[in-house]
């Protein structure tokens, strides 16, 4: 099925307005009957194995938007530091701490502060090739984060300042000196369904939309409408309460729009995506509940609008997708993995309430599938897990300063065992924002491009690197490992821009 774009403003073909590559995908394809990942030892490649090619045109509008940007859940640690910290960029803050000066940054932002190896360059002097390494923010057009327009909803109708403090995220200096623009900032009421969360959250809910599923999908559409009229186009993005699961899921549509028209009581999370699909603005999901139900998916097809998610991959997962990666890379039998968190901010006050704990528990659950699957020799049939555990308490007085701590045991050679453990201390919206801002802008990005013709989506599956629990446009298929999620958004950006790949064989520098 065509898609269409999501934005108007690439409607009218002005070719001065694209940049166009051309790109040959080469793949490996295996008989069908070939025993994946078995070891085999008397294998003819030639009778097996074939090379298949396939060309793909990508096309990027080269215009940069206005972008608003939505959260919900403004008011938060994520949101607050979001707004605090972008303004603090844009303004080119400095502030007083007992450490000395500091000065706004972008670090832990990949599109800001990460940069990809593009190719080589010949230096005349040592006679060798030389690296060459781009900023991914210049590979391709891409919005500024300092331009965003930043606006969202809370249940709680605290400004931006008052949110801010609240966090205890950011230091008080830095704080004092935008406090009149932080101050003017206040969430749009919310659309509040405190059964899907902790009830400990009731006390915050000073500002919600009161109504019927139709009522408040309409209010939130046309919350969204006001911020597009102000702007060329908006992104809406999940940061608040985790929910816990709606099940049974919502399969089909009919489904959807009985629940919907009869008001049966949704989360709160499924009336912003559907507003956010109506509205054909791309729907981001920071936290690990279920709203993208297979009718949920089905209707942003239907629109011709985008999504993306679920769960920041931001922390101790990120890590143990590159512990694993690490590990089973060398042939190494990764065999048990052991979290426990604790955080004392108010995400982990609802995390300790079980149903919304399921929600992270299940998110951070399925992290090794894919590095399992991917060795049958350390992993065959009927050995196929990974003894994995995580465990998460709410403990206040460490506030946002999320503890992470880890153990990975494994069987090394003749089943010696090597235990290694990690021990994490970090701000956690500190952690999160920036990939907020990545999501963002790669995802806005996303939308003006097309392969072969066709937009991308309705799930925007480059996205996968910034998410704990990847959905993709084909569920069977999902990629965890961190070293393969970024190579394959690296790549995808720099066949868009036109550079050829590396080879990574390194032959260049056999003579
Ligand atoms: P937070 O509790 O500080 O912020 C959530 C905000 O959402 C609160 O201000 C709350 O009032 C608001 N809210 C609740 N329900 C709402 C609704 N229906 N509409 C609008 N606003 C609503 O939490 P946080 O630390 O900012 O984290 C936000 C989310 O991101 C959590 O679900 C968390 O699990 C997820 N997450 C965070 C990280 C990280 O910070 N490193 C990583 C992964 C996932």
């Not at 940069?64 to 939505?70: F, S, T």
């Not at 060329?232 to 629940?259: C, G």
């Not at 008001?263 to 729907?283: D, F, K, Q």
């Not at 090794?368 to 007085?397: C, M, Q, T, W």
């Amino acid at each position: 099925q065509k898609r269409e774009m999501a934005n108007e403003q690439i409607d009218g073909d002005n070719s001065g307005h694209f940049i166009r590559s051309q790109y040959q995908e080469k793949l490996a394809l295996f008989d069908q009957e070939f025993m994946n990942g078995q070891s085999t030892s008397n294998l003819s490649m030639s009778s097996t194995v074939t090379q298949q090619t396939k060309t793909f045109e990508i096309e990027t509008d080269k215009r940069i938007p206005k972008l608003g940007v939505m959260l919900v859940g403004l008011g938060g640690n994520n949101g607050a530091t979001f707004v605090a910290g972008i303004l603090a960029n844009k303004l080119k803050m400095d502030w007083e701490t007992k450490n000395g000066t500091m000065s706004a940054n972008f670090f832990g932002s990949f599109t800001q502060s990460g940069t990809v190896h593009a190719g080589y360059k010949f230096n005349s002097k040592s006679n060798i090739l030389e690296d060459v390494h781009l900023p991914v923010k210049d590979l391709l057009p891409m919005v500024d984060p300092c331009q965003f327009m930043i606006s969202g909803w809370d249940i709680s109708q605290a400004n931006l300042y008052e949110s801010c403090l609240r966090a205890k995220v950011l230091e008080p200096d830095l704080l004092k000196q935008l406090k009149g623009e932080l101050e003017s900032i206040k969430p749009l009421p919310a659309a509040f369904r405190g059964d899907f969360i902790a009830s400990n959250q009731a006390d915050r809910a000073d500002n919600v939309i009161n109504g019927t599923n139709i009522e408040i999908i309409t209010k939130l559409r046309e919350d969204i409408r006001l911020m597009k009229s102000q702007c060329d186009k908006v992104v809406v993005l999940w940061t608040a309460n985790t929910e816990m699961y709606m099940l049974p899921e919502i399969d089909t549509m009919d489904k959807l729009h009985m629940m919907v028209s009869k008001n049966h009581e949704l989360p709160a999370s499924v009336l912003y995506c559907m507003a956010a699909i109506e509205e054909r603005v791309l729907y981001l999901n920071g936290s690990p509940q279920n709203t993208f139900h297979k009718a949920i998916v089905e209707y942003a097809r239907q629109k011709g609008s985008f999504i993306a998610g679920s769960d920041f991959k931001s922390g101790q997962t990120r890590y143990k997708t590159i512990m694993s990666d690490f590990l089973i890379g060398s042939g190494i039998r990764l065999s048990s993995v052991v979290s426990y968190n604790h955080l004392g901010n108010n995400d982990g006050k609802n995390l300790s309430e079980d149903k919304c704990f399921q929600s992270k528990k299940i998110s951070k659950g399925g992290v090794l599938d894919d590095a399992i699957k991917s060795n049958k020799i350390l992993y065959p049939e009927g050995k196929d897990k990974i003894d994995h555990d995580v465990i998460i308490r709410y403990i206040p007085f460490v506030g946002d300063s999320k503890r992470a701590i880890d153990e990975y045991s494994s069987q090394i050679f003749m089943n010696g065992i090597n235990t290694i453990m990690s021990y994490n201390m970090c701000e956690d919206s500190l952690l999160a924002v920036p990939l907020m801002i990545d999501m963002v802008i790669l995802g806005e990005l996303f939308t003006r491009m097309r392969v072969n013709g066709e937009g991308l989506g309705p799930v925007l599956s480059y996205l996968s690197f910034f998410f704990k629990a990847p959905i993709t446009n084909h569920s069977d298929y999902v990629i965890n490992s961190y070293t393969r999620q970024r190579e394959s958004l690296v790549n995808f950006l720099k066949v868009a821009a036109g550079l050829p790949l590396d080879s990574g064989t390194m032959m260049a520098f056999k003579y």
